[in-house]
Every structure is written in C-alpha cells, then in structure tokens.
C-alpha cells in the first residue's frame, strides 16, 4: 500500500470519477461518510448522543453523510457547521441538502464564538466527529475552527477524526503537530494513508486506532512519486503456506555471532529471534566461555564454541576458522553482546570481507563498522557489493555511523536512512518510534506497530534475529523482509501490551506471542485497514 500526499490524493480521486469507477465526485463523499458512520457504531457503540462539527469544505461534507447515517441507526445526532449554510459549495452543499431533507437531527449553523460555544453546550454529545478540516488544509487553525479545539480538548469528550485530525497537515512527516490540532480517539482515513498518518501521533494514546477504508478507488490509481510504503503490507510474504515437503534446508540456515563476557543474552535472544521467524536452522558462535549460556536458551539452537581474549571477547585469531564458521551458513546476524574489543574489530572485518551471503548487522556491529568508516568511507559499501546488507541503527548508533547529532538524526529521520542506504548500497532500518526501513534505491516502508514496552534492553537483540530469519526465507525480497520482522516485532509487543502494563514486558516475554503476531492481520475481517491500533473487541 502506497503512501499518497494529500496532492496525490486529490489525483485519484478525480482519476475515479473520471475513469468510470464512480458516477461522481459526490459519491465518494457518500461512501466515505458512511464509513465514518459504520466505524462510530462498531467502534463506540455505547455513544447514543453523537455531536459531528464540520467545516465548510469536502471534509465537512464527509461529516454531514456520516451524520445522516448515524441518525439513520437510531443515534441522536446534532451537526455543528462552523460557517454560514450559503457558504457551502458543491458536494459539501448536496450532502447538507440531503441532510435536511432526510435528517431531523440537530443543526446548528454558527458565525459567532458565541454560538459555537451555545450549540457545543446544548448537544450534550457523548462523542465528536471532528470534519473541520481535512487532508487539504495547511496552516494554522483560527477563528471557530480553533475555538472547536479548544472547546473539545476542555470537554475531555471521545473524538474520531475524519481523515486527519483538524489541525494536522496531511503531509507532515513530524511526530508531532507544531499548530494546534483537534485531539483524536480514533482516526478514519480513506483509500490510502497520508504522510501524516505514517509519521504522525495522531491520537491520543499509542493504542488507538488510525484506519483506512476502501471507498472505491482501485489500487491501480494509487500513483506516487514519495516512494513510501507501509511496513505492514510485508505480511503478504506469510500468506502463502509453506509447501507440503518442505524440510529444514528450505527455510535457510542463520549464523549468529556476537555475545561477548557478560553480554550473552544479547546472542542467545538474537537467536531464538532467528529461530521463532521460521528459518530452519540457526546456529550461534560466540566465545567459548559463553557458550553454554548460550546453548541453555533453547535445546534447538545449535552453539560453535569460539576463541576469546583475556577478558572474554572474540579473539581475533578466529579468522583461521571462518570457512568453518561459515560453512553451509545462508545469512549472518553479527553483533549482539559483541563488544568493541580491538581483537574483535580484526575478526569483524575479515568476516564482513570473507563472507558472501545476507548480512544484518547491529548493536556492537554498527559501533565496529562506524570506526572502520571513519578511517576507509568506502568499507561498507565494498561488504555490500553484490549481496544483501541490512543495518539496524538506533538514533544513537545512526549518529556514529553518519557524524551526525542524534537531534540531526531525528529531525530528518527519513532523509538520513535514505542517504545513508544510497551511499553505502545497504537496507538501513533506523529504528525508534515509526522505524524506517528503506533501500539503497530510496524505496521506504514505514513501521506503524508497537509502543513503548520496547523501549528496553534486548528488544533489538530480538529484532536483529527476526530480520536475519525472515531474510534467510524471502531472500529475494530483503526489504519487505526486513520490514515484515519490524512489524511483527512491533505487533507482538502491541498484542502483549493489551494483556500486560507496557513497563513490566521484557524482550524475552515477545518470544511467546510471536505466534499469535504471525497470524495478526490488520484488516482483521473487519472492512478497515487498521494500520495503527485494533479493534476495541480484540
């Protein structure tokens, strides 16, 4: 599913009616508000009393359907048009005319900050539908618009946002809204996401649903120069059943190195992260004295015994045993618990230049890497030529890598993983909150699972492992590999989050729900694409 600015957007929409998959403008209107109006009632149904306050353009219209449709189930509904009715134009005008010939709900018509503030009193609504202003507004809110805002924030009153919270440009790539904007509950965007509704905290709480609905506008008509996707769409990877006679071999075989002295649970999580993604093998070389550590994670992971420093990190003298290490292996993860020893440095660097097969690399693999660069710029790129490379950066780890400040890298998070994956020819996942997963070709999907309960020690440990077995078994699709084990990773922690306070989950608490992710789907039967959030019912 492509990301479509709000430009974009207006396109396809035109491009519907006028290519026959619509009879008219208006009848996208009619489909969307009636959307609005079917997720209310699934979503909030003990809302009896539902307030709509619309502006005067097509997200107003949106609103005036939704609120015939509400009325039509038996919902006491009150409209609120901020603006004069001869002030409506084309479709916002039909769907106020439809209104007041088939509706008897409640209207209110204001000009003044006293009649809004009348009519907002009188309603008595026990949630809002915000259609103030939509995926084409810029700016700032003023006048009613932002005297709505206000009134609604003090009100404390439920809210589902009608494409984009009032207030939010459609475009923004931010976290967070710089204006102000209408607070959301839940928000109900239609035919594709916008910028926004990848990036952007739209809601209140990080649970909190952003859909999309289908409305009638066929994929085919989702052109975009943004080069952005949705990190979700990944799944499709899993849809297929595995074949009948399938063995261990058909699923690829992981080589996880890392876990110095000290910093095994680092190995043994990447590894059982590897093992739970499905692939068919995984094997962890780690220090000798760590070993058997390692090897009481799981009594399937196989364990290779590897030569250690004075203080228990990888020797550099293992190089002699790489054809060994490497043999049969069909994707590396290297870095979990490695420390930055100057005899592990040597061994990493023979091992990137030795081996040939997809290679993730993270934690003490990205800090090793960012000195190699700093002395040869083009080291990386060399190790990538001709294979898969995928590097998973924290902000903090992004920095060493690029020279840049951590504030640099979160003010552009987008623009930095794409020059970095250009310039060195490798699948950066720069990961935090709405992780990046983007290739050398500028091609980005953005991650929109998961919450804070992964802002804890292992949780990256874990999703190195996830990406090295998904690659092992899509290794023809790297980037929709990567970003399926971004999203299940998130997934997991968001289905564990429903169950448990977010503070108490522990990165080794995701491995047992990692099936229940694998068979998440964010449709969920449901007709609306839930792209942040769930169903209040699951």
Not at 53 to 61: L, R
Not at 73 to 84: D, E, T
Not at 161 to 177: E, F, L, T
Not at 394 to 402: I, K, S, Y
């Amino acid at each position: 599913m492509k990301v479509l600015s709000a430009a974009e957007m207006a396109v396809a929409d035109r491009a519907t009616v006028e290519r026959g998959f619509a009879a008219e403008s208006f009848a996208l209107m009619e489909a969307a508000g009636a959307r609005v109006a079917e997720f209310v009632r699934a979503e909030f149904p003990a809302a009896q009393r539902v307030c709509v306050i619309c502006g005067k353009g097509n997200n107003g219209g949106d609103g005036l359907v939704a609120a015939r449709h509400l009325e039509q189930v038996g919902l006491a509904v009150s409209v609120v048009l901020l603006g004069r009715v001869d002030e409506l134009k084309g479709d916002a005008a039909r769907a106020w005319a439809k209104l007041i010939a088939k509706g008897k709900c409640e209207k209110h018509p204001v000009s003044e900050v006293e009649e809004l503030n009348a009519a907002l009193v009188a309603v008595k609504a026990e949630l809002i539908v915000d259609a103030i202003v939509g995926t084409g507004f810029s700016g700032e809110l003023r006048g009613l618009a932002l005297e709505a805002v206000e009134w609604v924030k003090a009100s404390g009153l439920p809210v589902v946002a009608v494409d984009v919270p009032s207030g939010w440009a459609a475009d923004s790539q931010n976290a967070k809204s710089a204006g102000a904007v209408m607070p959301a509950d839940a928000v109900v965007t239609f035919t594709a996401p916008k910028p926004a509704h990848v990036f952007g905290e739209l809601t209140r709480k990080w649970s909190e649903a952003v859909v999309v609905a289908e409305i009638g506008t066929p994929e085919e008509l989702h052109q975009s120069e943004l080069k952005l996707g949705w990190a979700g769409d990944a799944m499709r990877l899993i849809d297929t059943p595995r074949a009948r006679d399938a063995n261990k071999g058909s699923f690829g075989h992981v080589l996880v190195v890392g876990g110095a002295m000290g910093r095994s649970g680092a190995a043994a999580l990447a590894s059982l992260g590897a093992m739970r993604s499905g692939a068919g093998l995984v094997t962890a070389a780690v220090p000798k004295s760590v070993q058997p550590l390692v090897a009481g994670a799981a009594h399937e992971l196989m364990t290779m015994a590897l030569a250690e420093t004075d203080d228990g990190a990888l020797a550099a003298e293992n190089q002699a045993r790489l054809a060994e290490i490497l043999e049969r292996k069909t994707v590396i993860a290297v870095g979990p618990g490695m420390g930055t020893h100057p005899a592990t440095r040597w061994f990493l660097e023979e091992l990137l230049k030795t081996s040939k097969v997809p290679l993730v690399i993270d934690a003490d693999g990205l800090n090793l890497v960012a000195e190699m660069l700093r002395s040869d710029v083009g080291a990386l790129k060399r190790v990538a030529k001709g294979r898969t490379v995928v590097v998973t950066p924290h902000p903090g780890e992004m920095a060493r890598l690029t020279g840049k400040s951590v504030a640099e890298i979160q003010q552009d998070r987008l623009g930095v993983a794409r020059e970095f994956a250009a310039a060195h020819g490798v699948i950066v996942v720069l990961k935090g909150s709405r992780t990046i997963i983007t290739a050398a070709d500028g091609q980005a999907l953005v991650n929109t699972s998961g919450n804070p309960a992964l802002a804890k020690g292992g949780s990256g440990d874990l999703l190195t492992g996830l990406i090295a077995g998904l690659l092992a078994q899509f290794a023809d699709e790297p980037l929709e590999a990567a970003a399926l084990g971004v999203w299940l990773h998130g997934v997991a922690a968001d289905l564990l989050a429903a169950q448990k306070d977010e503070r108490t989950i522990l990165a080794s608490d995701l491995l047992a729900v990692l099936s229940q992710a694998f068979r998440y789907r964010a449709d969920g039967g449901s007709g609306y694409l839930f792209i942040q959030g769930h169903r209040r019912s699951e």
